[in-house]
């Protein structure tokens, strides 16, 4: 059983940065992909970013030019940088590694984006 834990969340001031971590319980963190997935107040959860086995990502659309996902192997842990944030990206994060036998999930960290 693997276990994934993100880290990283808080209150931000618009314009303001934060970095999210998603550490893994497992080796096995370095043959899959990482999605980011993210659901604010009253939405439905949605995708915000991938990043794959060996290094390529992907974006939503509203996230683009502002957040970076990136991995690290050697620490079993991938991270969400996120720049200039605006209100609408208050949401609990979650970091997501589908294995195709198990779909595994963090427990989510709040980040709120407020003046």
């Known amino acids: 059983q693997v276990q994934l834990v993100e880290s990283g969340g808080g209150l931000v001031q618009p314009g303001g940065s934060l970095r999210l971590s998603c550490a893994a319980s497992?080796?096995?963190?370095?043959?899959?992909?990482i999605n980011w997935y993210r659901q604010g107040p009253g939405k439905q959860r949605e995708w915000v970013a991938v990043?794959?086995?060996?290094?390529?990502?992907n974006y939503a659309d509203s996230v683009k030019g502002r957040f970076t996902v990136s991995r690290d192997g050697a620490k079993n842990t991938a991270y969400l940088q996120m720049n200039n944030l605006k209100p609408q990206d208050t949401a609990v994060y979650y970091c997501?590694?589908?294995?195709?036998?198990?779909?595994?999930w963090g427990q989510g960290t709040q980040v709120t984006v407020s003046s």
């Open positions: 997501n590694m589908p294995t195709g036998a198990q779909d595994y």
């Open positions: 497992s080796s096995i963190f370095s043959l899959y992909g």
């Open positions: 990043i794959g086995r060996f290094g390529g990502t």
